[in-house]
């Protein structure tokens, strides 16, 4: 069972403009929240992540918001930027007695266009 | 910080054959995490070490699969007996021993393809 969704495969945004990615969770173990951005051909690198005991967390030009009542977060990418053009993967972490594995979403392909 | 390195970067081999792929994690990083990805998914965990000891097994990883990582340093991942099933981009990644918001740094991976 997909505990992670990511249930919009692409999304195309204009220079400039907002990027939302979004991202629906199942289980409610989950206490962390991570998104990654990867390009063709190299591995996924960490964005930005945040705490089930906030609601919101910014660093520059990416936020990321999380609703626990509804299961949901989403990034704003704000304003977009062709180099922002990736996949981005959300995942979550059940912490444990030991690691922190992720648990990854199937993805979504962001394009911004000129 | 050099970064996680893997190698080889891609594999081709033949249904049966064995294969074993390296990862070099940043130095300092007592942690390390082996993934799996296939076409149009997401890395789904596979295994994960907290310095020499290897602390959790995925399902996923059945008894063709073994992994390593001798003095606490790089690690080893082979697969005995390949099937086309095996065919995805598997993926090292590592990290401290601190916070799960600081992330996990990840290798470019290694495209195993079975023919």
């Known amino acids: 069972d997909q505990q992670v969704k990511q249930n919009s495969p692409s999304l195309s945004v204009q220079e400039g403009r907002i990027s939302i990615l979004n991202c629906d969770y199942t289980?409610?173990?989950?206490?962390?929240f991570l998104w990654y951005k990867k390009y063709p051909a190299e591995g996924p690198t960490f964005l930005i992540s945040i705490s089930s005991i906030k609601d919101k967390n910014e660093d520059g030009r990416f936020t990321v918001f999380l609703n626990k009542s509804a299961k949901h977060l989403s990034l704003h990418i704000v304003p977009s930027q062709p180099g922002d053009s990736a996949v981005y993967f959300c995942a979550a972490i059940v912490p444990t007695g030991g690691g922190n594995k992720l648990t990854f979403g199937t993805g979504t392909q962001l394009k911004v266009e000129l | 910080d050099t970064g996680v390195s893997q190698n080889p970067r891609h594999k081709i081999t033949k249904r049966g054959q064995n294969v074993t792929f390296r990862c070099d994690p940043i130095s300092e990083h007592n942690r390390l995490y082996w993934y799996r990805q296939t076409l149009g998914q997401g890395p789904e965990f596979l295994t994960y070490?907290?310095?020499?000891?290897?602390?959790?097994k995925s399902r996923l990883l059945s008894d063709r699969f073994s992994a390593e990582r001798p003095k606490g340093s790089f690690s080893t991942l082979e697969i005995q007996r390949t099937e086309q099933g095996d065919s995805a981009m598997y993926l090292c990644a590592s990290s401290l021993e601190t916070s799960p918001l600081n992330g996990q740094h990840f290798g470019d991976g290694t495209r195993l393809s079975i023919l």
């Open positions: 289980n409610s173990m989950f206490d962390y």
């Open positions: 070490f907290q310095n020499e000891a290897q602390l959790e």
